[in-house]
């Protein structure tokens, strides 16, 4: 259902309206393949502006329109803040726990030490490599 759903919002075949908008029904022009959202013209401006956001990838309708098979793994593979219902980003390393933005913004992680979930993941896979190089030289250490 989901994948249908995309599909005919992508091919312009239905009504797309702003899925961040809450206030009144906007007219999306676009699609954000990071928050999973279809945003309308100012959406797509505070995500070229706002530093939490800039490194989303984010597509104008008219390009999703011949290259939306592409991201269908992308609507069917995120995990959801069960409060904010946004996408979970943000690693608390505080909680050691996945949060979104707005968790972050104005929840309980606010004053929580964290980074965007890629840095997280690139920081502790150096520490395990690091711990694993240690755990790799003990045999030697021992036989000495």
């Known amino acids: 259902l989901e994948y ?3 599909k005919q919002k ?3 075949l239905v009504e797309v309206i702003c899925e961040k908008c809450v206030v009144k029904k906007v007219k999306a022009t676009g699609f954000c ?15 070229s502006s706002w530093s939490d956001l800039k490194h989303h990838k984010t597509l104008k309708l008219t390009e999703l329109k011949g290259t939306y098979q592409k991201y269908i793994p992308v609507i069917t593979a995120k995990e959801i803040c069960p409060v904010h219902t946004n996408e ?3 690693f608390c390393e505080t909680c050691e726990i996945l949060v979104c933005h707005e968790c972050i ?12 979930s890629d ?6 896979k150096k520490l395990m490599t690091e711990h694993l190089d240690s755990i ?3 045999p030697v250490q021992l036989q000495s």
């Open 4 to 6: 249908h759903k995309f």
């Open 10 to 12: 992508s091919q312009g």
């Open 33 to 47: 393949t990071n928050c999973t959202k279809f945003i309308c013209d100012l959406c797509l401006q505070i995500h």
């Open 88 to 90: 979970c980003t943000i």
């Open 105 to 116: 913004v104005k929840g309980q992680h606010r004053d929580h030490e964290y980074y965007h």
């Open 119 to 124: 840095e997280s993941a690139k920081k502790h």
């Open 136 to 138: 790799n030289h003990l």
